[in-house]
């Protein structure tokens, strides 16, 4: 069983080193499995960001290799990131006029995708005319249209007040379990991490490598202020204030 | 493998409450706010029609001063009427008409040719290192100072003009496109990238609509500059026949009727007013589809 065969994501050895000179990924080996739910904490400068461009193909590693399921990997980014001169429903579309499905079935598949995150009546306004919780959900829809495998998400939530980030957590674990998803998923806020994931992996800061892998045994359905996920919360925050402190001088 | 995975996790959320939390939510967050549309027209209007009354009123003062000789500077008074009966006569809107057709022929030549050009050089580098600063270049040049050329290269008439009102107005077309792609979201084109696209697909599908509000920018300016090249064209170059409110205007003043002189001036004043109207209008309508403002008063 090698991880090759085996994971939907897998990195070997990804080391990504900008022309400043700058490295922001050191030798990252990761495997994610199918149906997995990851999530990547870190300090600033470990290079989330850049291991999710990576694996999007939106950036290439300057060592190393990467592998994706289905060989590619739909993006959702912090910002909705939703084109304003089209209405909701035509956001949605996007990927699929891409792709070349034609405009019955577009339609369809947008109402559809619209409906799992329960905003089945907001196909015909503008983005700009729905809340901030609502677009991401929007996006959310949009990242589902790419019918790709593989979820890469880049503090989708960060923005978000955080009664709505707390909906959104469970609308996202329930697209997850419905449609069997990997999700490979960035955050700086440890607690999100471990109520989202079945594993947090901890990234070291300049440069960014992983040096810390925790298995999140708490049952789902979880709560952000549950004890299990707040224990552990805690024991992954101290790490990662040991990892700082480091940076010190 | 991923079947596996799945059955320890199973047991989702309670979701009725969920769906109604989020509904909560979204009609908290949603307001929909709709102004009284007549009222706010008058509130734009007024101010307006005060401005063109205190001009009007100038106007009339500083012919009552008797600066200059009524048969020379004339009143207001004079000018309307005048204005009026050339209004009612059929021969003065076939001149319009001449005048405009050559304005929206030329316009629309400029905006595809400035259209293409701005694409292709916001898209190659190359074209860019090598056009980019002339295009600036050329949008600086007066097109009047054009017309000597034209007139020698097309012996004058329509061609002379038409030939100018493209010159001048196709550089700020291009400008327009240039500004537009390089402020486009770096994020927009990675979300678009992502989706898929890419080379020509990534323009039409992002680079191309976001670039717009800038595009309408460098419309808006084409049409100033292809309607000035236009009115000095039609001053200037010698068209025959043809005619157009620039040679009415120099036809005019040959024939001392500097009441109706004045009517000419007015209705150019207009056209160009109105224009500026649909653009404005245009670029309103932009925004607040985007959601870009929603008020500046």
């Known amino acids: ?91 949605v579309e996007v990927p699929l006029k891409l792709r070349g499905v034609g405009r019955t079935e577009r339609r369809a598949r947008a109402a559809e995708l619209l409906e799992t995150v329960r905003l ?30 593989v979820l890469l998400m880049d503090e989708p939530f960060a923005a978000l007040d955080a009664m ?50 925790f298995e999140v045994e708490a049952p789902r359905p979880r709560r952000l202020d549950s004890p299990d996920v707040a224990a552990l919360a805690g024991r992954v925050t101290e790490r990662l204030k040991e990892e700082v402190r480091r940076h010190v001088g | ?16 409450e969920v769906a109604a939390e989020l509904a909560g939510l979204d009609a908290l967050e949603t307001t929909s706010e709709r102004s009284a549309r007549g009222r706010q027209l008058w509130r734009s209007t007024w101010p307006k029609v005060l401005a063109i009354v205190i ?32 209004l009612t006569t059929g021969s003065f809107w076939s001149q319009v008409g001449t005048t405009m057709q050559r304005a929206l022929l030329g316009f629309a030549v400029a905006v595809a040719i400035g259209l293409v050009i701005g694409f292709a050089v916001a898209r190659f ?75 020509l697909s990534l323009y039409r599908t992002v680079i191309g609509p976001a670039s717009f509000p800038a595009i309408l920018a460098g419309l808006k300016q084409g049409w100033a500059f292809s309607w000035r090249s236009l009115m000095a064209g039609e001053l200037i170059v010698p068209i025959g026949e043809a005619g157009g409110l620039g040679t009415l205007l120099t036809l005019t003043r040959d024939l001392a009727e500097y009441a109706q002189m004045l009517g000419v001036m007015i209705v150019i004043l207009v056209i160009g007013i109105l224009a500026d109207g649909v653009f404005g209008w245009a670029n309103n309508a932009l925004r607040r589809r985007w959601g870009l403002d929603v008020d500046h008063s």
Not at chain 1, 45 to 61: E, F, Q, R
Not at chain 1, 120 to 149: C, F, I, N, W, Y
Not at chain 2, 57 to 70: F, K, L, N, S
Not at chain 2, 80 to 86: D, G, S, Y
């Open chain 2, 55 to 86: 001009s009007i009123a100038a106007w009339q003062i500083v012919v009552e001063t008797g600066w200059r000789p009524r048969s020379i500077l004339a009143p207001p008074t004079e000018v309307f009427p005048a204005l009026w009966e050339m």
């Open chain 1, 120 to 149: 089945a009546d907001v196909a015909d306004k503008r983005p700009h005319e729905l809340s901030g919780g609502m677009r991401q959900r929007v996006a959310l829809a949009r990242t589902l249209a790419h019918d790709a495998r």
């Open chain 2, 1 to 16: 493998m991923s079947a596996e995975v799945r059955s320890e996790k199973t047991a989702p959320a309670p979701q009725d």
């Open chain 2, 125 to 199: 580098a190359v074209l860019r290192a090598a056009f980019g600063s002339l295009i600036t270049g050329l949008q600086t040049m007066p097109s009047i100072a054009w017309f000597p050329l034209a007139i020698v290269l097309f012996r004058g008439g329509d061609s002379a003009i038409f030939f100018v009102i493209v010159l001048g107005a196709a550089p700020s077309v291009a400008n327009g496109v240039l500004a537009g792609v390089d402020y486009v979201p770096p994020l927009l084109v990675r979300a678009g990238r992502n989706m898929g696209a890419s080379g």
């Open chain 1, 1 to 91: 069983m090698t991880v090759a065969t085996e994971a939907a994501v897998a990195l070997r050895g990804v080391s990504k080193r900008y022309p400043g000179g700058t490295v922001a990924l050191d030798g990252v080996d990761l495997a994610v499995k199918p149906g997995e739910f990851v999530c990547l904490v870190g300090a600033s400068g470990c290079g989330k960001s850049t291991l999710l461009n990576l694996v999007a193909g939106l950036d290439a590693p300057t060592a190393g290799s990467i592998d994706v399921e289905g060989g590619r990997a739909a993006f959702m980014f912090q910002e909705p990131a939703l084109f304003p001169w089209l209405k909701v429903g035509q956001n």
């Open chain 1, 164 to 213: 709505t980030r707390d909906a959104l957590h469970d609308e996202l674990e329930r697209v997850w379990l419905e449609r069997n998803l990997t999700v490979l998923f960035v955050t700086h806020n440890v607690s999100e991490a471990v109520r989202l994931g079945d594993r947090v992996i901890l990234l070291a800061s300049r440069p960014g490598r992983v040096i810390e892998e």
